[in-house]
Structure formats: structure tokens, C-alpha cells
């Protein structure tokens, strides 16, 4: 079945620590994007990828980075994560040309304490 | 740049109301609109769209119109069930984004 999938669901991770989150789709679209869910609800896109080795920063700075080595694939690492990064993060991806439908997975809760 | 704005909650109701739920955007060109769903503890899941003006979205009894003179996209349904509680986006596509834009979603609850 072709959907979209995100792990780990929930992180609680302490201050300093490397994490990554992971996000692979099986619906073969070509664009993925990174949302950032604040505790009020907003969501705020932080990173994009049009296709393999496309990434670019969204509308809220973030201090995460992004890789597309694979279509599939889209995963977002923090190097030294702290207590502000903690948040909701929604992976979503999108066909091209469908009106930017884009669909999304579980969501990864993340706590850095 | 692109805005959308919707009504705050939490929206309480109780079962077998009508629903409305007021949207409206800002965005230059023709945007796609849609409307998202995110239920406790899960990712958000398209419940309708409308990609032109006029277009009515509809999907389980939800529905909404994309109005261009009014830059409205109102969510509404007859009859609402305790299962429809969760928190509902408005969103829009287009106008030289590159993600969807959202509005700050709205809580809705349904009591028995």
C-alpha cells in the first residue's frame, strides 16, 4: 500500500545529543517537505525537495538539516539538539503537478530536555 | 505573501449541529484550497479540495466552496457526530509558495 511513514513516532532525547528523523514514502512522489508543529497548533515549513539532491530552506529558519539522496527518502537531522527544537515534525510529499496535494505521515514528537 | 485566517476555538457543539467553519485567504494568482484534518497523536489527512473558483469540495459530509469574490473557503456540515472532534486547517497552494500555507487550525469538539 503506498503511503508515507515517519520514525520515531516519539523521541525524548537530552541536550547536545545528534538525532535524525526519518521519512520515506512509497508513493513515488518527486517533492517531500518538513513542517514544524508548535504546542498552539501552527504549522510552519522549514525545509522542501523538488527531486534527488534538490533541498531549500522553508518560511521558518530552522536550525535542522536535510538530505535527498533517494527519491523516497527524506530525512532531517539536528546536530545538537536542545530544548527549543522540541515540537511536532510532519513529513509530507506531493506529486508534481496535482496542485501541490500533498499528503502526510504520522508525525514525529520530539522532547529535548 | 500568502495568508489564510480561520476562525479560533475551541468550537464547541453538540451532536447532530450544524457546522461552520469560516476560512478566508490572501494570495496573489489562483491558489488551490484545501481543507486537513489532524486527529490526537496523528499526521494530518486531506479531507476536501478545490483547485478553481466555484468548485465545491466535498468528502464525508464536509463541504466547501471556493468563493474568489469573497476569499472565503468555509468548512460546513448538516449534522456533526462525536467522531468528527479533532483540529481542522485551512490551507492554500500557490501564489509563489512553495509549501501549502496553513491557518492556525481550529479545535473542534462535539459533545453526546
Known amino acids: 500500500e503506498a503511503d508515507i511513514y515517519q520514525t520515531p513516532r516519539y523521541l525524548v532525547i537530552g541536550t547536545g545529543k545528534k538525532i535524525t528523523l526519518e521519512c520515506s514514502q512509497t508513493m513515488g512522489h518527486d517533492k517531500m517537505y518538513w513542517y514544524q508543529q508548535d504546542p498552539g497548533m501552527e504549522l510552519h515549513l522549514i525545509h522542501y525537495s523538488y527531486g534527488v539532491n534538490s533541498t531549500e530552506k522553508g518560511d521558518l529558519s530552522s536550525e535542522s538539516t536535510v538530505s535527498r539522496i533517494r527519491t523516497e527518502h527524506f530525512p532531517l537531522t539536528l546536530e545538537s539538539a536542545r530544548p527549543s527544537h522540541t515540537s511536532q515534525y510532519l513529513c509530507a510529499s506531493s506529486l508534481a503537478g496535482s496542485y501541490n496535494e500533498q499528503f502526510f505521515g504520522p508525525g514525529t514528537r520530539l522532547t529535548v530536555l | 505573501g500568502n495568508s489564510v485566517t480561520q476562525m479560533e476555538g475551541p468550537v464547541t457543539l453538540s451532536e447532530e449541529a450544524f457546522l461552520t467553519i469560516n476560512c478566508t485567504y490572501t494570495a496573489t494568482g489562483y491558489p488551490s484550497l484545501f481543507w486537513y484534518v489532524q486527529y490526537p497523536g496523528e499526521g494530518l489527512q486531506l479531507l476536501l479540495k478545490?483547485?478553481?473558483?466555484?468548485d465545491k469540495g466535498s468528502n464525508k459530509g464536509f463541504e466547501a466552496t471556493y468563493r474568489k469574490e469573497t476569499t472565503s473557503f468555509h468548512l460546513e456540515k448538516g449534522s456533526v457526530q462525536v467522531s468528527d472532534s479533532a483540529v481542522y486547517f485551512c490551507?492554500?497552494?500557490?501564489?509563489?509558495?512553495?509549501?501549502?500555507?496553513f491557518g492556525k487550525g481550529t479545535h473542534l469538539i462535539i459533545q453526546p
Open positions: 490551507a492554500l497552494s500557490g501564489g509563489g509558495a512553495d509549501g501549502l500555507t
Open positions: 478545490a483547485t478553481k473558483a466555484d
